[in-house]
């Protein structure tokens, strides 16, 4: 009978809630906002099943990569929809193709993040570009394992403790199922967003909300979201008062910072992520709208990334993505700063994140974009001189 007493060792995958026999198990969310399992022992047998797909239980080993692309889709459209090159479309649109079906998480009407499922292209959209919050994964993995017991072909996309609890659910490998996870920095909080979304929508309701939006290009892009009237705002990632928070990683789930799948531990066939540093790289021309970092991890990946035709492709040394990518193999630092976050946060709401934004400066991230600024000003002021 599972027992959460270190939240540490909580990923939030819901597999015991789903894979329970007796359905005595629910989700509680806690006073930051992530879903914890509570146990009604009066209803419970012990079966075990419930420790038994718990990811955070049991860990896989890490694993060696087969391969390494820097990809990116031919068409710009599909980029500029995209977080990074658009490579989640051309491989979900090919498993669409062969008559299969794709999960992956979308808002709702409330910007709840939600996994869902498609089997249209149309579809696919609600599930492009990154989503900073943990999603509600539901009864998803007991829907996957339907569909793949049909004959049907499965893609399953999610950060990679949710492929690790999905293997876990499914207690055995399918030939039809094909898994995609994401180079993940960790996840943030449903509540924290939702006081977020309340705070910059005070005055007129927001109807969309879009954390990457390429207008201001892939490496300098752009928080955007739209009112109900009709209005437009966007301004850079590095100055947004909730981004800031999560790459200060005050605010994200406690076992983000002792991740259990990182470095292949997921059991994902593929990784996806930025391809970061792709300055150094003559691989592929950088036109600033997006390029993909592709890890291979399984043979069944392998083969469903045969697509040479829609992509653009360069090899990468494995290194190359340590040095840049490094969320592969690392798991988020916790801030110094996450407890004073949390004591303020329960008084102040969402201001306590922004007064502790102020006090912290600016991340590594903002300084960077800064000197950038600063070193094209004086170029155009030399040549306009």
Request: proline share 3%.
């Amino acid at each position: 009978m599972l027992q959460i007493i270190d939240k540490s060792k909580c990923c939030g995958c819901n597999a015991c809630v789903q894979r329970c026999p007796k359905q005595c198990i629910v989700m509680h969310e806690d006073e930051e906002g992530f879903l914890y399992p509570q146990v009604d022992v009066t209803l419970c047998i012990d079966c075990g099943l419930c420790e038994k797909v718990c990811p955070v239980l049991n860990q896989d080993v890490e694993r060696e990569v087969i391969a390494i692309f820097a990809m990116q889709h031919k068409d710009k459209e599909v980029r500029l929809k995209s977080s990074s090159g658009g490579i989640f479309t051309l491989i979900a649109s090919y498993v669409i193709e062969q008559g299969g079906v794709v999960f992956g998480a979308r808002w709702d009407e409330k910007f709840k993040l939600i996994h869902d499922y498609t089997e249209t292209y149309e579809g696919l959209t609600p599930f492009l570009g990154s989503k900073y919050v943990q999603s509600y994964i539901g009864n998803t993995y007991k829907v996957v394992e339907e569909f793949l017991k049909k004959g049907r072909k499965v893609l399953f996309s999610g950060v990679p403790c949710q492929i690790a609890a999905l293997k876990r659910f499914l207690r055995k490998e399918y030939e039809n199922l094909l898994t995609i996870d994401v180079l993940c920095h960790g996840v943030s909080s449903s509540s924290v967003f939702k006081d977020y979304l309340m705070y910059i929508g005070r005055k007129e309701k927001i109807v969309s909300f879009d954390f990457r939006d390429k207008s201001t290009g892939w490496k300098g892009y752009s928080v955007k979201y739209a009112y109900e009237n009709g209005k437009i705002k966007r301004h850079s990632a590095r100055v947004d008062e909730y981004m800031r928070a999560y790459l200060n990683h005050y605010m994200l789930r406690p076992s983000c910072h002792v991740c259990p799948a990182k470095a292949g531990k997921s059991g994902s066939d593929i990784t996806l992520g930025d391809l970061w540093g792709v300055n150094q790289l003559p691989l592929i021309k950088d036109d600033d709208t997006g390029l993909s970092a592709v890890i291979v991890n399984t043979k069944k990946g392998e083969k469903n990334l045969n697509l040479p035709m829609l992509a653009n492709v360069g090899t990468l040394d494995i290194d190359f993505v340590k040095k840049y990518n490094s969320s592969y193999y690392v798991s988020s630092s916790c801030s110094s700063f996450r407890k004073l976050f949390w004591k303020d946060y329960h008084k102040k709401g969402i201001m306590a994140m922004i007064s502790l934004n102020n006090k912290i400066g600016p991340t590594i991230f903002q300084v960077k974009f800064l000197l950038f600024k600063t070193k094209v000003a004086k170029i155009l002021k030399y040549f306009n001189a």
